[in-house]
């Protein structure tokens, strides 16, 4: 277990994100795409935390920071989905052509 | 034995990564993005950060329920009774996918990362303390606002109706004394945009 090999999987998992997060046309996969990319993001950063920083705190905190980002997408990215859907009852990203209300 | 163990834990997060968007049902697909989580969450106790990994199982666990009910709720094919392919621009998100795993490996490769491990005996849980409590305490409670705020976004995006009514319907509140003119703003007759300067009441 080193830094590289830590490393290597976060980019795994980002690289998973970004594919599902592009590719797919449900809201809510979509979002789990996001996820993904922010779970490889809190394994680079206890990664780095561990083998490079020296035991500094801050790198905890900064994964710390990062789920409270991941409950915000969350909270959030659901109530757009209900918003949506209650307005044009729409849960797929192809029938949204316009931002406005 | 430690190597073993990140070996298994990594290839389970990301198989099940991968699952999340191969399979049928979208209550399956949200427990297999809980599996990559705790998968992470054990890498991270593996690390030496028993908190943040511990506190990533807790937090994921909870938020997949969630998510789940949310499938169940009104998504389609949550049993994943029929074949469930929902994609767009494939070929170039499968690009892209590998294009950033790639770049990212490469970046990892090529960089000259700074080794100063961990002190055999650090105590780092209370270290994440003192430093929450301390130095960095505006940052936590900065963190803190923005989920009240993220909580409160969410209640006004997705409530329907409002204390007096539809919220958008325009509701509007009971006079200031009994048997007055409601308070606030009127609705719109047309129901389209709001227009100002309308003022009900006195």
Redo the contacts between chains.
């Keep these: ?1 080193t ?18 997060a ?5 809201f ?2 979509l979002m ?2 996001l ?2 990319m922010l ?1 490889g993001a ?2 680079a950063i ?2 780095f ?7 500094m ?2 790198g ?2 900064l ?3 990062v ?2 980002v ?3 997408e ?3 990215g ?6 949506v ?2 307005k044009r009852q729409a ?4 029938s949204l052509t316009t931002l406005k209300h | 034995m430690t190597d073993a163990l990140f070996l298994v834990l990594s290839a389970l997060a990301i198989w099940s990564g991968w699952r999340v968007f191969r399979v049928d049902s979208m209550v399956r697909a949200s427990f297999q993005l809980m599996v990559s989580f705790i998968a992470v969450g054990l890498i991270a106790v593996l690390l030496a950060a028993p908190y943040i990994g511990i506190a990533t199982i807790f937090m994921m666990a909870v938020e997949m329920m969630v998510m789940a009910l949310f499938m169940v709720m009104f998504m389609m094919n949550p049993a994943g009774l029929n074949p469930m392919v929902m994609v767009h621009q494939h070929r170039f998100s499968v690009a892209a996918g590998i294009t950033a795993f790639a770049g990212l490996v490469l970046a990892v490769l090529l960089s000259d990362l700074r080794a100063q491990p961990l002190p055999v005996d650090a105590q780092v849980v209370r270290a994440l303390g003192h430093e929450l409590l301390g130095p960095s305490m505006l940052i936590f409670e900065t963190a803190g606002v923005t989920l009240l705020a993220a909580m409160i976004g969410a209640v006004v995006l997705s409530a329907h109706s409002g204390r007096y009514g539809g919220s958008d319907q325009g509701s509007r509140p009971p006079g200031l004394h009994p048997g007055g003119e409601p308070a606030g703003r009127k609705p719109d007759k047309h129901g389209g945009h709001q227009h100002h300067g309308h003022h009900g009441g006195h």
């Design positions: 277990m830094l590289t090999s830590v490393l290597i999987v976060a980019a795994a998992l980002i690289g998973i994100g970004f594919y599902g592009l590719s797919q046309q449900s809510v996969m789990m795409g996820e993904l779970n809190i394994l206890i990664g935390w561990s083998f490079s920083l020296g035991g705190p801050e905890q905190l994964a710390i920071i789920m409270a991941m409950a915000v969350m909270a959030v659901f109530a757009l989905v209900v918003a859907y209650r849960d797929m990203t192809e």
